[in-house]
């Protein structure tokens, strides 16, 4: 939908100064003198989850200040499309290969095979695409696309995933940005063709529409990073100006995220990316939560790695909205891990007596009063069709994921690159749902010793009241994450194979 770029200015001036009205009254009235260790891991959680939601206002607002004319131009560039696989199955990926062939503009297809595979080089004989294949897999993805740069020779490389199917006019529709010389990426956002089948990251809602965990990333903030020039290459589905990526040394191979990192090294070397929002490829998505864990744990961890040897802050040829933009994509995952201070303090305090904030009424009003200031003022600068509840019990399934990843930040030079595997076998160990369990476990607890001896764990406090509300809020919302970890979708791989 369409929103009226004044409405949006007004909506996001306000919010942004709301929150840093809110910020400063937290520092200035709220912390707890006799407990400063909560208090500041509790104002620090505050501080970054207002960070993230400032940024998202920042980049809508400055977006509609901007203006940018698409250039569907004719356009002679050689192109060649690159297709990474490591341990995929071969029906899988010859879908890919198949419908990388039969699309419109000239165009060789290679598949880049890391697992060194027979039945792989002959599928590509079969079909009539190169094979390029190496001894090792150093540098993992990023590796292997460096290495097809020694035998591929066209002037673009469209890169998709094993699982990713572009449709017949990618290339024609997506080839006339790199009229302008200095277009390094072109990318698209990341559609599913299992949306409706077993992926675990689509819900149907009110039985009228498919809940996309990723719609507000696809449809909102990369077209509005791509107005303040700095949308980014987000792994598959993408067109790349092969001279500039031999500007910056080849694909970065210091982050398990690749591309993020790639895109911020292009744009330190001042070259321009382009994010197109429209449908033109379609893979799969995770089908069940040991798939979904295995990605987000992979992409937090590579977030951790970026922030802590190539911080954005510190690029000092990158511009000031580009930093931001980055840092905003970067604390989405330290968000992540310290949101889980959210859902245990209320246990605690009911439990231990921890209390983070010097408790007064005007706290509480306050502190409440800018949480439904937030959902209210974020929906009118949103196009996708979020849902602030569901919205909700995803981030109880990814805060514990991100939190495991924490290590990266400090230990980050030797993270492993681990694919997400393509497949919808249900296979839940308790270290994938281990983090929504304990969530829901630990605010049950407390809820039940509060219903069995109110007097003792209530009292007569107003705020242990307020927390036992607060207890009750996050153990439904950890209820539905846990039904969402363990149930399963009904589709099988043979089936989404077989669709079209």
């Known amino acids: 939908m369409k929103k009226n770029k004044k409405v949006v200015r007004i909506v996001s001036v306000t919010y942004i100064t709301v929150s840093c009205c809110y910020i400063l009254w937290r520092l200035l009235f709220t912390m707890n003198p006799d407990q400063m260790i909560p208090s500041i891991v509790f104002f620090l959680t505050d501080i970054i989850t207002v960070f993230s939601s400032v940024s998202f206002a920042v980049t809508i607002c400055w977006s509609t200040f901007q203006s940018k004319e698409p250039l569907f131009h004719e356009n002679n560039k050689s192109v060649d499309v690159l297709i990474p696989t490591y341990n995929e199955s071969l029906e899988l990926v010859a879908k890919t290969m198949s419908a990388c062939l039969n699309m419109d503009y000239p165009h060789n297809t290679y598949l880049l095979d890391d697992g060194n595979r027979a039945l792989f080089y002959t599928e590509c004989e079969k079909q009539g695409i190169k094979?390029?294949?190496?001894?090792?897999?150093?540098?993992?993805?990023?590796?292997?696309?460096?290495?097809?740069?020694?035998?591929?020779?066209?002037?673009?490389?469209?890169?998709f995933d094993a699982d990713f199917r572009p449709e017949k006019n990618f290339l024609v529709k997506l080839i006339g940005y790199f009229?302008?010389?200095?277009?390094?990426?072109?990318?698209?956002?990341?559609?599913?063709?299992?949306?409706?089948?077993?992926?675990?990251?689509?819900?149907?809602?009110?039985?009228?529409?498919?809940?996309?965990?990723?719609?507000?990333?696809?449809?909102?903030?990369?077209?509005?990073?791509?107005?303040?020039?700095?949308?980014?290459?987000?792994?598959?589905?993408?067109?790349?100006?092969?001279?500039?990526?031999?500007?910056?040394?080849?694909?970065?191979?210091?982050?398990?995220?690749?591309?993020?990192?790639?895109?911020?090294?292009?744009?330190?070397?001042?070259?321009?990316?382009?994010?197109?929002?429209?449908?033109?490829?379609?893979?799969?998505?995770?089908?069940?939560?040991?798939?979904?864990?295995?990605?987000?744990?992979?992409?937090?961890?590579?977030?951790?790695?970026?922030?802590?040897?190539?911080?954005?802050?510190?690029?000092?040829?990158?511009?000031?909205?580009?930093?931001?933009?980055?840092?905003?994509?970067?604390?989405?995952?330290?968000?992540?891990?310290?949101?889980?201070?959210?859902?245990?303090?209320?246990?605690?305090?009911?439990?231990?007596?921890?209390?983070?904030?010097?408790?007064?009424?005007?706290?509480?009003?306050?502190?409440?009063?800018?949480?439904?200031?937030?959902?209210?003022m974020t929906k009118p600068l949103m196009k996708s069709n979020s849902f602030y509840l569901i919205d909700e019990v995803y981030s109880i399934i990814r805060s514990p994921i991100y939190l495991l990843a924490t290590p990266a930040l400090f230990f980050g030079r030797n993270v492993s690159f681990r694919v997400t595997p393509k497949n919808n076998q249900n296979d839940i160990s308790l270290r994938y749902v281990a983090g929504p369990i304990a969530i829901f476990s630990i605010n049950l607890v407390v809820l039940l010793s509060a219903c069995l001896n109110p007097g003792y764990v209530l009292g007569k406090e107003a705020l242990r009241w307020i927390c036992a509300a607060w207890c009750l809020y996050t153990c439904t919302l950890a209820s539905v994450a846990c039904g969402f970890c363990f149930g399963r979708r009904k589709t099988a791989l043979n089936d989404i194979l077989s669709n079209d």
């Open 131 to 159: 094979y390029i294949s190496r001894l090792s897999n150093e540098g993992a993805k990023a590796g292997n696309l460096n290495n097809a740069l020694k035998y591929a020779e066209g002037e673009l490389l469209a890169v």
């Open 179 to 376: 009229d302008d010389p200095k277009v390094a990426v072109v990318q698209i956002p990341q559609n599913y063709y299992n949306y409706n089948h077993d992926s675990f990251q689509h819900r149907l809602l009110f039985n009228r529409w498919i809940y996309s965990e990723q719609d507000i990333f696809m449809h909102d903030i990369m077209p509005s990073r791509d107005a303040c020039g700095a949308s980014y290459w987000i792994g598959t589905g993408a067109i790349i100006r092969r001279e500039a990526i031999e500007s910056i040394g080849g694909f970065a191979t210091s982050s398990v995220t690749e591309d993020v990192l790639t895109s911020m090294l292009l744009h330190e070397k001042g070259w321009k990316t382009v994010y197109v929002d429209e449908p033109l490829a379609c893979g799969m998505a995770p089908a069940n939560i040991s798939q979904y864990f295995t990605q987000r744990h992979r992409w937090a961890q590579g977030a951790f790695q970026i922030f802590s040897h190539n911080n954005p802050l510190f690029k000092k040829d990158l511009s000031g909205m580009r930093k931001i933009c980055y840092m905003a994509s970067l604390n989405h995952f330290m968000e992540g891990a310290f949101k889980m201070v959210y859902y245990l303090f209320p246990a605690l305090y009911l439990s231990f007596g921890i209390a983070p904030v010097k408790f007064s009424p005007l706290t509480i009003v306050g502190m409440l009063a800018y949480f439904l200031i937030g959902v209210a």
